[in-house]
């Protein structure tokens, strides 16, 4: 069992930054892979980033990048997602989730679920 609890969300104006992180419970961490999802309201959730067991390995979806950055400290049973440049289309409620089955862009592949935080991006 794996709990995760994001954190970091707010409101931010167009072209800021904002930092979540994704604290997991438990002594595993390092045994999943790590994904961030979004969902905005009236639309489906999405992938927007992922990151391997060991961090060596990320996927980002086609929308955040070379303005996202997912990272991962298993020392910390953490992950992060930097975010930069940011528009009002990135106005979601932000998921992290744990997979046992390795990286994927993909929300079946996902075991464990957060609660979310929400990010406006808005002037």
């Known amino acids: 069992q794996v709990q995760l609890v994001e954190s970091g969300g707010g409101l931010v104006q167009p072209g800021g930054s904002l930092r979540l992180s994704c604290a997991a419970s438990g002594r595993t961490f390092s045994s999943y892979a790590m994904g961030w999802f979004r969902q905005a309201p009236g639309k489906e959730r999405e992938s927007v980033a992922a990151i391997s067991r060991s961090g060596g390995t990320t996927r980002y979806a086609d929308f955040v990048k070379g303005r996202f950055t997912i990272s991962r400290d298993n020392a910390k049973n953490t992950v992060y997602l930097q975010m930069n440049s940011l528009k009002p289309e990135d106005t979601a409620n932000y998921y992290c989730?744990?997979?046992?089955?390795?990286?994927?862009?993909?929300?079946?592949?996902?075991?464990?679920w957060g609660q979310g935080t929400q990010v406006t991006v808005s002037s």
């Open positions: 989730a744990a997979a046992l089955t390795g990286v994927s862009s993909s929300a079946m592949r996902y075991d464990y």
